[in-house]
């Protein structure tokens, strides 16, 4: 099929809702959002990667377009028109059984989250054309994909000295939690007997392991369970998911963070509950995925109201419970979605929560709060770069550092000191303050302290090609040949860790790091060997950038390689020997 190669910017459209279908896109590079207008507004369906096309379905149907499409980041598509795209379909059954295989999951997973799938496919049976979903269905014999993308979340019976009203709220949390179409839940009956005289500690750590066997002996996606402290007009919610995602996003939820709800909780706070269960899971599924992304961004539309008009009667440490649970599933969708917008929306709700808790009386939440406070901050630097926002964060992840130690809450404490180090790198890189660049390096030595090459091998990494970086930086400024050596090894070690056919850009930025360290310790030392090397780095980072199409990395790869070989040239002398 004949293509053309488009590119588009952040938040530019593609296409819109109701708009003439004319072409099929490929996307090559980049992110795109599929989202449709729901009853709270838009509502974002998939977030599709690299090689995945959209746009098809208007083509076949001969409709209009039923979804947004919109770029996140700047992004680069192959574009085909409706004609050629028709040719090939009625010409080639390899891709025809590809496209309707994709097109009928799409169908099934996401479209029939806001309308009725029964009308959908009707429509669809009744439209003229020779290109209609069911003729292509007869034509090669194509069954969609095998996962509904039902998510199914289950509820333990809650812990109280009223087994009445724990009955009733476990029922109430259940029909609130089970009207949103894919997704399913249920109560599972299993005997609580715990002593409800337990200290609070061991009463928790009980359920959780009632909890994880449930959920292993269930094959849910998610276990909810608590219960209801004296005096009895609050819910202590918990979440355990069968699946953990990345564990150092912002707003991740730690196994311990509690939601607390009043009993006979309204609507909005139903949306809430869902909100933050939906937060905490991960999928591989793309069905799954698909819904997830889908439900959350509508349940916490519609739990705004609620979150902003808490019920008088709770306390302070109620409300934060529920600003800081609102804060982490905003920031987990934003996270998945990279949308600046949302990190906005995570900060202004986690500033709200640290002005109702006290450090004295809720240490660990109010370290919890700075923490997600101070890495909401760092992902909107990462697009803005602006030195007071940088500062803000630095100040909240080193308030996060009061209470995490690394003898009490170790993983906390090393992903906050890593987080840290990389504010402070970036802030020298604004300010050139030598001396946040050292508080940079010894914050990531800091979390090596954790994360280390055995145990944590990924993450020591991570932190290590970060302190590669700080340390290049700071060799240069000292002009210390020392220090570039300790970056230079660094890189070495982390590409021990990082290969090139399982993660080929990470594994290409670290030789791009390489690269650099050697070619400053090359021009600092006169070794012609560090120059080599630092070629022969930038080289191999170019080759993957390339082969990804992440073309401004390769531009920034072939400027290095370039003054790397000029830098050559101009050490040889007229005969071709170096001096």
Same mark, same amino acid.
């Given at each position: 099929?004949?293509? =053309?190669?488009?590119?588009?910017?952040?938040?530019?459209?593609?296409?819109?809702?109701?708009?003439?279908? !004319?072409?099929?896109?490929?996307?090559?590079?980049?992110?795109?959002?599929?989202?449709?207008?729901?009853?709270?507004?838009?509502?974002?369906?998939?977030?599709?990667?690299?090689?995945?096309?959209?746009?098809? =379905?208007?083509?076949?149907? #001969?409709?209009?377009?039923?979804?947004?499409?919109?770029?996140?980041?700047?992004?680069?598509?192959?574009?085909?028109?409706?004609?050629?795209?028709?040719?090939?379909?009625?010409?080639?059954?390899?891709?025809?059984?590809?496209?309707?295989?994709?097109?009928?999951?799409?169908?099934?997973?996401?479209?029939?989250?806001?309308?009725?799938?029964?009308?959908?496919?009707?429509?669809?049976?009744?439209?003229?054309?020779?290109?209609?979903?069911?003729?292509?269905?007869? %034509?090669?014999?194509?069954?969609?994909?095998?996962?509904?993308?039902?998510?199914?979340?289950?509820?333990?019976?809650?812990?109280?000295?009223?087994?009445?009203?724990?009955?009733?709220?476990?029922?109430?949390?259940?029909?609130?939690?089970?009207?949103?179409?894919?997704?399913?839940?249920?109560? $599972?009956?299993?005997?609580?007997?715990?002593?409800?005289?337990?200290?609070?500690?061991?009463?928790?750590?009980?359920?959780?392991?009632?909890?994880?066997? !449930?959920?292993?002996?269930?094959?849910?996606?998610?276990?909810?369970?608590?219960?209801?402290?004296?005096?009895?007009?609050?819910?202590?919610?918990?979440?355990?998911? *069968?699946?953990?995602?990345?564990?150092?996003?912002?707003?991740?939820?730690?196994?311990?963070?509690?939601?607390?709800?009043?009993?006979?909780?309204?609507?909005?706070?139903?949306?809430?509950?869902?909100?933050?269960?939906?937060?905490?899971?991960?999928?591989?599924?793309?069905?799954?995925?698909?819904?997830?992304?889908?439900?959350?961004?509508?349940?916490?539309?519609?739990?705004?109201?609620?979150?902003?008009?808490?019920?008088?009667?709770?306390?302070?440490?109620?409300?934060?419970?529920?600003?800081?649970?609102?804060?982490?599933?905003?920031?987990?969708?934003? $996270?998945?979605?990279?949308? =600046?917008?949302?990190?906005?929306?995570?900060?202004? !709700?986690?500033?709200?929560?640290?002005?109702?808790?006290?450090?004295?009386?809720?240490?660990?939440?109010?370290?919890?709060?700075?923490?997600?406070?101070?890495?909401?901050?760092?992902?909107?630097?990462?697009?803005?770069?602006?030195?007071?926002?940088?500062?803000?964060?630095?100040?909240?992840?080193?308030?996060?550092?009061?209470? $995490?130690?690394?003898?009490?809450?170790?993983?906390?404490?090393?992903?906050?000191?890593?987080?840290?180090?990389?504010?402070?790198?970036?802030?020298?890189? %604004?300010?050139?303050?030598?001396?946040?660049?050292?508080?940079?390096?010894?914050?990531?030595?800091?979390?090596?302290?954790?994360?280390?090459?055995?145990?944590?091998?990924?993450?020591?990494?991570?932190?290590?090609?970060?302190?590669?970086?700080?340390?290049?930086?700071? #060799?240069?400024?000292?002009?210390?040949?020392?220090?570039?050596?300790?970056?230079?090894?660094?890189?070495?070690?982390?590409? &021990?860790?990082?290969?090139? &056919?399982?993660?080929?850009?990470?594994? *290409?930025?670290?030789?791009?790091?390489? #690269?650099?360290?050697?070619?400053?310790?090359?021009?600092?030392?006169?070794?012609?060997?560090?120059?080599?090397?630092?070629?022969?780095?930038?080289?191999?980072?170019?080759?993957?950038?390339?082969?990804? %199409?992440?073309?401004?990395?390769?531009?920034?790869?072939?400027?290095?390689?370039?003054?790397?070989?000029?830098?050559?040239?101009?050490? %040889?002398?007229?005969?071709?020997?170096?001096?």
């Amino acid at each position: 099929m004949k293509k =053309i190669e488009r590119r588009f910017k952040d938040g530019d459209f593609l296409f819109r809702e109701n708009e003439r279908s !004319t072409s099929v896109y490929v996307l090559v590079q980049g992110n795109v959002e599929l989202s449709k207008t729901g009853q709270h507004g838009p509502v974002m369906l998939a977030m599709l990667e690299p090689n995945e096309m959209f746009g098809e =379905i208007g083509i076949i149907d #001969g409709g209009v377009r039923s979804l947004n499409a919109i770029a996140v980041g700047n992004i680069l598509v192959e574009e085909t028109t409706r004609d050629v795209f028709l040719e090939a379909l009625d010409g080639e059954a390899g891709i025809a059984v590809d496209v309707v295989g994709k097109m009928v999951k799409r169908l099934h997973q996401a479209n029939e989250r806001l309308s009725h799938p029964k009308t959908a496919i009707a429509k669809l049976q009744n439209s003229g054309g020779n290109f209609s979903i069911v003729g292509m269905f007869k %034509k090669f014999a194509v069954r969609g994909g095998n996962n509904s993308g039902r998510i199914e979340i289950k509820v333990l019976p809650l812990l109280s000295e009223d087994q009445e009203v724990a009955d009733s709220q476990r029922r109430h949390i259940v029909a609130s939690l089970g009207k949103r179409p894919g997704i399913k839940v249920k109560a $599972f009956n299993e005997k609580v007997d715990i002593d409800v005289d337990l200290h609070p500690d061991d009463r928790f750590m009980k359920l959780r392991e009632l909890a994880a066997s !449930t959920l292993y002996d269930s094959n849910g996606d998610l276990i909810i369970y608590g219960d209801i402290p004296p005096p009895g007009n609050t819910l202590h919610l918990h979440f355990l998911p *069968a699946n953990v995602g990345s564990d150092d996003h912002p707003g991740y939820t730690l196994p311990s963070t509690v939601l607390t709800l009043p009993v006979d909780f309204e609507y909005e706070l139903a949306e809430l509950l869902l909100a933050v269960a939906l937060s905490v899971m991960s999928f591989k599924d793309e069905g799954k995925r698909m819904r997830l992304g889908q439900a959350l961004s509508e349940t916490l539309y519609a739990a705004m109201p609620a979150v902003q008009s808490l019920p008088q009667d709770l306390n302070n440490r109620e409300r934060a419970s529920i600003q800081m649970c609102y804060g982490n599933a905003v920031a987990t969708l934003a $996270f998945h979605r990279g949308t =600046i917008d949302l990190y906005h929306v995570a900060v202004q !709700t986690y500033r709200a929560t640290l002005e109702q808790l006290s450090r004295g009386d809720s240490p660990i939440d109010w370290a919890l709060t700075q923490k997600h406070l101070g890495a909401s901050l760092q992902a909107i630097v990462e697009h803005t770069s602006d030195e007071d926002t940088l500062r803000q964060a630095a100040e909240a992840l080193e308030a996060s550092l009061e209470i $995490f130690r690394p003898d009490n809450f170790p993983m906390q404490w090393a992903s906050a000191q890593n987080r840290l180090g990389q504010v402070l790198f970036k802030l020298d890189m %604004k300010t050139g303050e030598q001396e946040i660049l050292k508080k940079s390096l010894a914050a990531f030595q800091a979390a090596l302290q954790v994360f280390n090459r055995n145990e944590f091998p990924l993450r020591w990494a991570d932190v290590m090609n970060n302190l590669a970086q700080a340390a290049q930086v700071l #060799g240069e400024q000292l002009h210390n040949a020392e220090v570039l050596e300790k970056a230079v090894n660094a890189c070495l070690g982390v590409l &021990e860790i990082r290969r090139k &056919e399982k993660s080929p850009l990470q594994w *290409a930025a670290t030789q791009n790091n390489l #690269g650099s360290a050697m070619f400053l310790l090359g021009k600092l030392t006169n070794d012609q060997a560090h120059l080599e090397g630092a070629a022969n780095a930038f080289d191999q980072a170019l080759g993957v950038y390339m082969a990804h %199409k992440a073309e401004h990395l390769a531009a920034v790869a072939s400027k290095n390689l370039s003054r790397v070989r000029l830098h050559l040239g101009e050490k %040889k002398n007229v005969s071709g020997v170096y001096s």
